[in-house]
């Protein structure tokens, strides 16, 4: 089959088989536009990739650069020779190893209690009818309207004067509370407001005949919830779990307060120790950096799927 275009309609192509049958007619300008419009598409898709991988791309040089190099001129994205012992140096400067596994604790167990808590009440607002169901999760909405920073300095009071807990007497006076320590890390991240959203979005959704065949089969309502809806949700979960970790990991400003012990730091204040007010082992600080990244990069490659279809269902893309 070949084209041609029409007689006296550039716009027009004429299409025609081995025989010379014009057998369709389809218009040039369209076809032209649709084309023109997906490659300017492509092109601002492209510049966005590029700028979105351009700060990994940046660290992941610096990390393997020789410290003489970082602020070379013209800046080169591949060093002149590779340095691997950046990760060496940066890992014994510090106690790195403390640190990475202070931020695993306090990130995994604020996880795990966000995914059971988030999850429950996430079922509860969806299948459960109680007086003034309305009226408690709006209020549970409203809260993402206070700034973190009006609760800081409350919660630390709070923490410092828990009776009885760290040297403290019955009044809550006398010691330091909660303070440096992993329940005062954990404590104000074991639930959130967006996970009970998405849990109560998802759990909308799944028809509501399968509590009523899982209570004709005999089970409770705990029952029901464990057996049928938990084992539906995996993309929620992983959904929740990954807005979860994420922010737990990458946390600053909490644990900056609550900490004032070395030994009780976390990966991101480990991080700001590769500088001072005057200079920073930006060679260190980025090879660390990457470090800190990998446990972010792998818990998505692994669950990218389920998270992607958590987003989706929840209607978060909304």
Known sequence: MTGVTGPGRPD???????HGQHSRC??????VLKRIGRLLLYVVLMGGAVV????????????VTPAAEVFAWPPRLIPSALRVDNYREALVKLDFSRYFINSLIVAGVSTLSV???????????ARLRFPGRGVLFSFILGTVMIPVQVTMIPLFIMFRAVPLAGGNDLLGTGGTGLIDTYSALIFPGMATTLGVYIMREFFSMLPPDLLDAARIDGCSEFQAFCRVYL??????????????FTESWNAFL???????????????????????QYFADW???MAAAVITSLPIFLIFLVG????????ALSGLKA
């Open 115 to 125: 995914l059971i808590l988030d999850s429950l009440a996430g079922y509860a607002f």
């Open 231 to 244: 084992p539906l949700a995996k993309p929620a979960l992983a959904t929740v779990g990954m807005f979860t």
């Open 283 to 285: 060679h260190l600080l």
């Open 26 to 31: 389809v218009a040039l300008r369209p076809l």
């Open 254 to 276: 909490w644990p900056l307060i609550l900490t004032t012990k070395p030994e009780m730091r976390t990966l991101q204040l480990g991080l700001s120790s590769y500088k001072d």
């Open 304 to 311: 990218q799927r389920q998270f992607i279809k958590g987003v």
């Open 12 to 18: 027009i192509l004429v299409l025609a088989d081995g």
């Open 52 to 63: 979105m991988v351009s700060p990994f791309m940046w660290m992941l040089s610096t990390s």
